[in-house]
């Protein structure tokens, strides 16, 4: 069974920074992509970003320039790490991942359980 462990959202002011993390737990045979979303209250869950199993990135327009997602392969953990957090940026971010559970299987949408991010004014 595979599980996402997210840590690290919180409480911060404006201008502030934090950095949320998300480990792959379980067993599987192979992770493809990861991702970050997020949902505001009475919105649907969007994309922030996402990172392939090579590295490469994709931000959604709103956060470029201020947040960054990483992965490290050899520890199943992608972070992302958010700066310069506006009030806007306040919603539960999700983890992602597609997994496989062995080399004959097709990859399955994987979540975390959510970790609240609220920035102040």
């Known amino acids: 069974q595979v599980q996402l462990v997210e840590s690290g959202g919180g409480l911060v002011q404006a201008g502030g920074s934090l950095r949320l993390s998300c480990a792959v737990t379980?067993?599987?045979?192979?992770?493809?992509?990861m991702g970050w979303y997020s949902q505001a209250p009475g919105k649907q869950r969007e994309l922030v970003a996402a990172?392939?199993?090579?590295?490469?990135?994709n931000y959604a327009d709103s956060v470029k320039g201020r947040f960054t997602i990483s992965r490290d392969n050899a520890k199943n953990t992608v972070y992302l790490q958010m700066n310069s957090l506006k009030p806007e940026d306040t919603a539960v971010y999700y983890c992602n991942t597609k997994a496989r559970g062995s080399a004959f299987t097709t990859a399955l949408n994987y979540w975390g359980q959510g970790t609240q991010v609220t920035v102040s004014s």
């Open positions: 990172i392939t199993s090579g590295g490469l990135t």
């Open positions: 379980g067993r599987f045979f192979s992770i493809n992509d």
